[in-house]
């Protein structure tokens, strides 16, 4: 790979160099994979090089059907073969003229700065530009705006089904681990509830991504949940940049517990479990967690985290993983506990009426034996809260909306359970004219309550209270007590 590729990638953003010693390793499919020491399975693959966009051309032309499929699934899935080709093909040209393409990246950045400027007399708590600045014309990540920078960035993943197996699942049941996955959750108190920010596809590294991570800080939850997703594909540098960083601070009074998604299974989940390991190694006190997915268990509460990645993306049909999870919640029920559970993974999606292969997966679980009162998932880049129906008998909610610059979302779509809150604003106030097709990123604060009953506050990046929703056991589950749309 010469120097102008780097330059271009570095560039786009890819910083090879927050890596810690890695050295080339071996060559696969014309890849230079990275290797942190001898032995060590590959956990870093860098951007497509023109012969490598060469290659994704010549297998889109072979096959269009499986490179838009693998383009969805990682990328958008709204994407049609027309985008996905354009898409490749402008990558190729940037590729093949890494200066052009670096003039033409820095040239449209400025013209964004220069039609979204922020006016003087905007603010917000905690808004500090001097130490976190604003980029609103920034539009890294966004499905349209930044095609040919997805294609550079995920294109080995996509040419190439598999590179190499997924890093080794880590199981409750093996000796090494005692907890067996399961942690003890404090009890809220009459005094004080118990509050836990939940955020999901956060891993961008984007200023609204960090000012959520510096509300984190600033309000010390004594626990946070992330349900996955950092991208563009879950490299190791790309933890280093859009991940680590910005949760540094939280780690030394926050226990930090981590799904993961999709995109962290493009890297074989190889920085993922060395996250998890670096955590528990530098606070063994205070950072838990041991594997992909967990059980936090109170005598009130109990919240099951489940890896909906492994055994097949986006399902859970694994027995000895349904085994785990159906005992989890089934104890949790036959104790009086409120079923809590979280997933990279949605069950359904706003837009749509029907369910997906992970709700078929888990049916008997949530509708035969009822064993879920909540769930949260991400994924899917929108951020609703929905009721419960007799065929959907549990409380919904998407959180999908921590980092990704989602497109703003709009009520009146179909959606196969009710909607009680869809977040429609955009990221900032209208009356401000500042990109106002972006959807407001934000993240949700579960509170519970020592009397059994549980507080839903949806905060967006501003730290503006958007949603707060108050729900109380019943014998068939949980129930909206109040709903406060603001």
């Not at 032309?61 to 049609?80: A, Y």
């Not at 890494?98 to 964004?112: C, Q, S, V, Y």
Request: aromatic share 12%; hydrophobic share 35%.
């Amino acid at each position: 790979m010469n120097d102008d590729v780097k330059a271009l990638h570095r560039a786009l953003g890819y910083a090879p160099e927050s890596l810690v010693e890695l050295k080339p390793g071996p060559q696969a499919f014309g890849l230079d994979l990275q290797e942190s020491a001898p032995g060590v399975p590959p956990v870093e693959i860098p951007p497509l090089d023109e012969e490598g966009a060469q290659l994704l051309e010549d297998v889109f032309e072979q096959d269009p059907e499986h490179v838009v499929e693998r383009f969805r699934s990682l990328w958008d899935r709204s994407l049609t073969a027309p985008q996905v080709g354009h898409a490749i093909r402008r990558a190729r040209a940037m590729l093949s003229r890494p200066e052009r393409a670096i003039e033409f990246f820095g040239a449209n950045e400025d013209l964004e700065a220069a039609i979204s400027s922020l006016p003087p007399e905007y603010t917000f708590e905690g808004m500090d530009l001097a130490s976190c600045p604003i980029d609103p014309g920034n539009t890294m990540f966004e499905t349209v705006a930044d095609a040919a920078r997805w294609v550079i960035m995920t294109g080995p993943f996509v040419a190439h089904s598999t590179l190499a197996r997924l890093a080794p699942l880590r199981r409750h049941d093996a000796p090494t681990y005692r907890s067996r996955f399961v942690y003890q959750l404090p009890e809220p108190s009459k005094d004080g509830p118990l509050d836990i920010a939940l955020l999901a596809d956060f891993g961008t590294g984007l200023y609204h991504s960090r000012y959520i991570a510096r509300q984190l800080e600033r309000r010390a939850f004594p626990y946070a949940i992330h349900l996955g997703d950092v991208y563009y594909a879950g490299r190791e540098s790309e933890f280093a940049q859009y991940f680590k960083r910005e949760l540094r601070p939280i780690l030394s009074r926050t226990k930090l517990f981590t799904l993961a998604g999709n995109h962290e299974r493009y890297s074989l989940n190889e920085p993922f479990f060395r996250y998890v390991d670096e955590r528990r190694q530098a606070a063994p006190l205070i950072q838990e967690q041991e594997g992909s997915y967990f059980c936090l268990r109170s005598e009130r509460f109990q919240i099951v985290g489940i890896d909906t990645q492994y055994f097949g993306s986006f399902r859970y049909k694994n027995p000895e993983l349904l085994n785990w999870a159906e005992s989890m919640l089934d104890e949790g029920r036959r104790s009086g506990r409120v079923n809590i559970l979280l997933s990279p993974d949605e069950p359904y999606t706003y837009g749509s009426k029907g369910t997906t292969d992970l709700f078929k997966d888990l049916r008997r679980i949530l509708v035969q034996r009822r064993l879920v009162d909540l769930w949260f998932w991400g994924n899917t880049h929108y951020c609703a809260l929905f009721g419960a129906t007799k065929a959907l008998p549990f409380i919904g909610s998407c959180i999908g909306h921590g980092g990704y610059p989602y497109e703003r979302e709009r009520p009146g779509k179909p959606t196969p359970a009710p909607l009680l809150f869809l977040e429609t604003k955009g990221r900032f106030p209208d009356w401000t004219r500042i990109r106002p097709d972006r959807g407001n990123n934000g993240y949700c604060v579960l509170r519970l309550k020592a009397d059994g009953n549980v507080e839903l506050r949806y905060i967006d990046w501003m730290a503006h209270e958007r949603c707060i929703t108050r729900l109380e056991p019943t014998p068939s589950g949980l129930a909206v007590k109040s709903l406060n749309v603001i």
